[in-house]
C-alpha cells in the first residue's frame, strides 16, 4: 500500500475530481471505443461456446459516462427480451447486473461523468451471490437462489440491448467464466491481459481495442484472448489515445516468474527454429541464483535435448546450442536489478558472443555448424522438467541473423514492434498484456500453472523494464543517453544518489530539450530529480510527484511539449512523455547544449530504494545524433610548456578500418584550442565499429592512436587524449613536450608530408628563413609567423633522431 501524506491524499481526491484525462495505454498506441448512445451505435459477437456462459462470471470494463443519471446498456448476451443470458448496464447512473432479463443488483455508487471508472461484475454459482466492484472496492453484494444465466445462441451486444444505447467510451472490457476474487479483481484491474492461458484460463473474451502492434490500422474489435470472439462494428467509433500517458492501464508490464514449476511454451514454429545464425534478446530481472536458472530454452521440456537456450549457471550467463554448452559469460549477473543481455550465435563461423547491457563482454569461437530444428517447444523461464527462473523478463526477442552492437545499443531502452522491426527479426514478445508477438506472424505463449504478467500497478515492490517508446521524439535515435547503474539513494534507505554526468560534445544553442529518465524506486513520491547544465543553471524537473494508487516507478521523457502535465495521482504511467515540474525551456533555451550535464535524484524519505538505469538528453528536436569525436593533441613545435598553451592551429584526422589495408572511412579538421582540444563530426561512421585514428598537420609527423577506438552507440561520441601519455600514440611515437603537468606531443618538422623529418625538411625551412618568409606557412615550424633559426632547430633535432611516422 502506498504511504502517502495527509496533504497528499487530500489532493489525489480533489484531483480526481478536477481532472478527466482521456488517457489509458497498451503500449504507446491504445485506443478505446465510443458509443454515440445509439442503436446504431454497437459492436457484436455472435454467440460462441465460449460466451454461452452458464455458471459463475465476471464482466469487467473501464467506462466513461458522458451524460449523467444515464441508463444505457453496457453489455448484454440476450436478444430482445429474451429471459436468458447475462448482461451489464447502467440505471440512473449506477452500474446494475442482469441475468435471464431479471435485474439482480444495483451499485450504491453513482458513476462520475466524464471519468474513467473500473467496474467489475460477479456472480458465483456455487453461493448464488452476486458482487459489483467499482475501482475493486466492493460496492454491493446479494445472494440470488437460481439466478445462473439460461444458456442461448444469441449475440452478445455491446454498446445496446435491452432498453437504451450507452453513451460514452468503454476499454479494456473483459468476461470470465469464473468468479474472481477480491484481490484478482484489484490486481488486474489496471493490465491489459490478452490470454486465455495458465492463471487467465477463465478469460473468454478481452476488448482491448488497440492491435498487437503500432503499424497501420491500431484499432481492433478482435479478442485478444486467442478464443476468437472478434466483434463486428456497427457505428461505434474509435478513441485514439496514442502518446499518452495512462491513467488507467499500466504502460510497461513484463512476466513474473516463482521459480517453482512456473514457465512459458511457445508451440514449435518456423519463427522461432534457426538453422544457421541467430542473435536472443531479453530484459531479466533475477531474484535467486541456483545452480541453473532457465531462461529460454528450444529443446525437449526435460532439457534433454537442446536446440539453443539461455540460462544463470550459478549466477553466470551460459550458452548452449545443439546441447552444448557454447559460451559462459565472465561476469555474474547481478541479483534483484535488471540486465539486459544478448546472445549471438554464428554457425557459419562458430563465433559466439555474449553483451551485456549492450556492451560486448564475451566472444568466442568454437564449433561451427547448423542449429538442431527439432519440433520440440520454445519454453521461457523453465519447462516441466528443468530448474526455473525466479523474478521477471521482458522483451524477449529472436533473430535469425547476426546482430550487431550498434543495433543491440539503438533498441536497448525502446521496445520493438511491427512499426519499427528491423529486418530479420522473428520473434518479439513485449510482455505489454499481449501474449503474442509484436512483429512476424502472431505466435502466441502460453502460461503454464503460476506464471502471470507482472502487474505492476498493483504492487509497487514488483519492478519495470527501463524500456520506452516515443516514435514522435525520435526516441531513443535522437538522444544522448547515459547508461547508468546508479543506486537511489547511494547508501542507507534516504539521501542523495551519486551524481550522475553526461558529457554533450556537440555545441549548439538550446531551443528546445527533452529529458529521458529510467529509474525503478518503490516509492516515487520520496524523489526529487534535479537537472543542472554545464553552465551551472538547475531545474527540479521532479518533485516528490506520484503516480496513482500502487503503481510507482519512472520510465518517461519530459518534454514541454507532452500533452499531459505532471499532475500528482492522475497517472498509472507517466510514459511514454509528460511535462516537466517547471518548464525545461523557461531554464535551459538560449544556452549551448556542449559540455557536462549533472543529474542528482534525492530520496527523502527513509524505507524504500530504487536504481537509475538511465537517462538522456534530446536537443532541440533533432531525430539523430551527430557523430563526434573529442580529440585532444599537442604539436611540439607549437606547444609553449612556459605557459602550458599552445599556438591554436588546425588538424586533419582520418578515421581508418582497424584492419589491413586500414582503408580510410572518414575524415574531419578542425581548429583546436589553446589546449589542442577540438571536436571533429563526422557522417560515414558507424557506432561501435572499432577503428584506428590518424592525425594530420601541416608540418608534423603523420600520428596514429595505438589502438583501435569506437564511438559510443547511446551517444555517437568518441573521446581520445593523445596528451596524457606516449603509449597513447601506435609505437610510442611521440614525444614528452611537458614534465608538470606531463604531457606528450606529435613531433613536428615533417614539412614536406612525406612521413620522415631528414634533411629535405631543413633545407625547405633555410630557403624561406634565407628569403625571410613570414605568414602563415608549412616551414614555420613553431607557429610564431616568421621563418627563422628557431624553426630550422625542430627538423635538425628530429632529423638527428630519425624520427618518422609508425603505422599498423
Known sequence: MKKISTLKLFMLILLTGLYAVDVSAQMFWNNAISFAGNPNSHISRANSSSLNITGSFTIQAWIKPEIPNQIGTILQKSEGNNPTGYGIYLFNGRVAVKTNAVTRLISKTVLPVNEWTHVSATYNTSTNNFLIAINATSDTSKVFIGSAPIGNTDSLFIGTGWDNSFQGQLDEIRIWNTALGSGFISKYMRSSIGTNSGIYSGLVLSLTFQERHSDGAKFTTADQTGNGNNFINKGASPVDLSGLPSSIVTFNDGIQLSGTNEYLAVPDNSSISPTAVFTLEAWIFPESAGATNTIIHKGSDNGVVTDYGLRLFNGYLQATVNSQVRLTSSQVIPLNEWTHITYVYNGTNGKNIFYINGALTDSVTGLSGWINNGNDSLYIGGSIAQNDFEGFIDEVRLKQAVKYQEEIYRFLYQSIDESNDQAGIDVVFNFDGYATSSVGSAIRFYFRNGAGFIHPAYNSLSPISPINRADNLSFSDGFYIKQSDRKIPESQTYGDMTED??????????????????????????????????????????????????????????????????????????????????????????????????????????????????????????????????????????????????????????????????????????????????????ENVTAGTPYYLQLKHRNSIETWSSNAVTFDPLTNVCSYNFTSSSSQAYGNNMMQADASPLRFAIYSGDVNQDGVIDIADASLIDNSAINFATGYLPTDVNGDGVVDLSDIVFADNNGFNFVSKITP
Do not use: C
Not at 582 to 606: C, E, H, M, T
Not at 624 to 637: D, P
Not at 653 to 682: E, L
Open 501 to 682: 554526468t553526461l558529457e554533450i560534445v556537440n555545441f549548439e544553442t538550446i531551443n528546445d530539450i527533452n529529458i529521458f529518465i529510467a529509474l525503478n524506486h518503490t516509492s516515487e513520491y520520496q524523489l526529487d530529480i534535479t537537472l543542472i547544465s554545464p553552465l551551472g543553471q538547475s531545474l527540479k524537473i521532479y518533485d516528490n510527484n506520484y503516480l496513482v494508487g500502487s503503481s510507482s516507478h519512472i520510465v518517461t521523457i519530459f518534454d514541454d511539449q507532452a500533452v499531459s502535465d505532471l499532475i500528482n495521482g492522475q497517472f498509472v504511467s507517466f510514459a511514454p512523455s509528460i511535462k516537466s515540474n517547471v518548464s525545461l525551456n523557461s531554464v535551459f533555451s538560449g544556452i549551448p547544449s556542449g559540455g557536462k550535464w549533472r543529474l542528482q535524484i534525492n530520496d527523502y524519505a527513509p524505507g524504500n530504494t530504487g536504481r537509475l538505469y538511465a537517462w538522456g538528453i534530446q536537443i532541440n528536436n533533432s531525430p539523430e545524433k551527430l557523430f563526434m569525436m573529442n580529440s585532444t593533441s599537442l604539436i611540439q613545435g607549437l606547444y609553449n610548456s612556459s605557459t602550458n598553451i599552445s599556438v591554436r592551429d588546425t588538424m586533419k584526422i582520418f578515421v581508418r578500418n582497424s584492419f589491413p589495408p586500414y582503408n580510410i572511412v572518414d575524415s574531419s579538421k578542425r581548429y583546436f584550442q589553446n589546449n589542442g582540444s577540438a571536436n571533429y563530426s563526422f
